[in-house]
């Protein structure tokens, strides 16, 4: 049975859903206990389960982190928030220098089941540290699960197997789809490796997380109308990448477009174009694009249009690859040498 929810109450639905059916769940984090949270993700939940299990911390991200690496290493099962993704620096090392490694430095002795949910991405009209796309950082850290959603049901059955997993997971939620509204079965609870078909197609395909999956469905209903067919997959765990579901997927396109709205340079985007190539070469039949945010800092929010991937810059990289005039600009990609026309 379904229920229509925001990615917000979904998120929601999932805490309370996790701490009703484990006494050893814990949520810890700024604000989440009596207000309820910035985005009002954890409202209700302490009046529900009280402030033992739904835990207000002081305003210091590293401590937060430090208290969950003790909570978890005596085998609770912690959810703790960083408020926002510009904020959870000061909490870098204790995540990469103890949370990533604790499972390893004890041989498998110790687990560490603490889940780490980080509000991410921009277009919500914020300040600086408001709007940040931190998750290669920690895709980098061996040792890491990192995962996202892009949908109120993806956002409900990841965070369920995140708090399931005996792994540490970062959970990064996409603020800009906090309150978009979807269809949720509160039975179904996925995996943190699997990438997903969210639409298929012949021509290119588009993979993508988070807040851009929208943006890549969006431009493949657009490029629709001038008879291209547009593959988008859904990455949804970001470290480990599920590599095999995109190289299938070039093996049928020949054409592969890599989206989000962290920076280009050494990121997901990099690290999948790089794995593709090793291993479906012979299969391009044009160089690979990415679309992403600029190589600078996140702009204010006057000019953070101009910043995040857009329907227009995924239809133009579209075209580049398939070696087109641009519709909507006129430019012309048709002299551009593809991989295919090359051999």
């Given at each position: 049975?379904?229920?229509?929810?925001?990615?917000?109450?979904?998120?929601?639905a999932?805490?309370?859903?996790?701490?009703?059916?484990?006494?050893?769940?814990?949520?810890?984090?700024?604000?989440?206990?009596?207000?309820?949270?910035?985005?009002?993700?954890?409202?209700?939940?302490?009046?529900?389960?009280?402030?033992?299990?739904?835990?207000?911390?002081?305003?210091?991200?590293?401590?937060?982190?430090?208290?969950?690496?003790?909570?978890?290493?005596?085998?609770?099962?912690?959810?703790?928030?960083?408020?926002?993704?510009?904020?959870?620096?000061?909490?870098?090392?204790?995540?990469?220098?103890?949370?990533?490694?604790?499972?390893?430095?004890?041989?498998?002795?110790?687990t560490?089941?603490?889940?780490?949910?980080?509000?991410?991405?921009?277009?919500?009209?914020?300040?600086?540290?408001?709007?940040?796309?931190?998750?290669?950082?920690f895709?980098?850290?061996?040792?890491?699960?990192?995962?996202?959603?892009?949908?109120?049901?993806?956002?409900?059955?990841?965070?369920?197997?995140?708090?399931?997993?005996?792994?540490?997971?970062?959970?990064?939620?996409?603020?800009?789809?906090?309150?978009?509204?979807?269809?949720?079965?509160r039975?179904?609870?996925?995996?943190?490796?699997?990438?997903?078909?969210?639409?298929?197609?012949?021509?290119?395909?588009?993979?993508?997380?988070?807040?851009?999956?929208?943006?890549?469905?969006?431009?493949?209903?657009?490029?629709?109308?001038?008879?291209?067919?547009?593959?988008?997959?859904?990455?949804?765990?970001?470290?480990?990448?599920d590599?095999?579901?995109?190289?299938?997927?070039?093996?049928?396109?020949?054409?592969l477009?890599?989206?989000?709205?962290?920076?280009?340079?050494?990121?997901v985007?990099?690290?999948?174009?790089?794995?593709?190539?090793?291993?479906?070469?012979?299969?391009?039949?044009?160089?690979?694009?990415?679309?992403?945010?600029?190589?600078?800092?996140?702009?204010?929010?006057?000019?953070?249009?101009?910043?995040?991937?857009?329907?227009?810059?995924?239809?133009?990289?579209?075209?580049?690859?398939?070696?087109?005039?641009?519709?909507?600009?006129?430019?012309?990609?048709?002299?551009?040498?593809?991989?295919?026309?090359?051999?």
């Open positions: 049975m379904t229920e229509t929810l925001t990615l917000a109450k979904a998120i929601n999932a805490l309370a859903d996790s701490l009703s059916g484990d006494d050893r769940v814990l949520l810890m984090g700024e604000d989440i206990g009596k207000l309820g949270g910035v985005f009002r993700v954890t409202d209700g939940l302490q009046d529900t389960f009280g402030p033992q299990r739904v835990i207000d911390a002081p305003l210091a991200e590293s401590a937060i982190i430090g208290t969950a690496i003790g909570m978890s290493y005596r085998g609770f099962r912690v959810v703790a928030e960083i408020q926002f993704d510009g904020f959870i620096y000061p909490a870098f090392d204790q995540i990469v220098a103890q949370v990533a490694k604790l499972r390893y430095r004890s041989q498998g002795r110790v560490m089941p603490l889940t780490i949910r980080v509000p991410f991405g921009g277009a919500i009209g914020s300040v600086e540290h408001h709007s940040e796309s931190p998750e290669s950082y895709a980098h850290t061996a040792g890491l699960r990192v995962v996202t959603a892009s949908t109120p049901q993806e956002a409900y059955s990841t965070l369920r197997a995140a708090i399931q997993s005996d792994d540490p997971v970062l959970f990064f939620e996409p603020k800009s789809k906090y309150y978009t509204k979807g269809e949720v079965d039975t179904i609870v996925r995996d943190l490796e699997t990438a997903n078909i969210v639409a298929s197609g012949r021509d290119v395909t588009i993979a993508a997380y988070g807040p851009t999956v929208e943006t890549a469905l969006r431009a493949a209903i657009a490029a629709a109308d001038e008879g291209i067919e547009i593959e988008v997959i859904d990455l949804r765990s970001i470290s480990p990448l590599v095999d579901t995109v190289v299938e997927s070039v093996r049928r396109t020949g054409r477009i890599v989206a989000h709205e962290a920076p280009n340079e050494s990121s985007s990099s690290e999948l174009v790089a794995s593709v190539a090793e291993r479906a070469f012979q299969h391009l039949e044009a160089a690979p694009e990415r679309v992403t945010g600029y190589d600078t800092p996140y702009p204010p929010s006057a000019v953070e249009h101009d910043y995040l991937p857009s329907i227009d810059r995924l239809l133009d990289a579209v075209d580049r690859t398939l070696g087109r005039r641009n519709s909507r600009t006129g430019l012309d990609y048709s002299s551009v040498t593809t991989v295919g026309a090359a051999r």
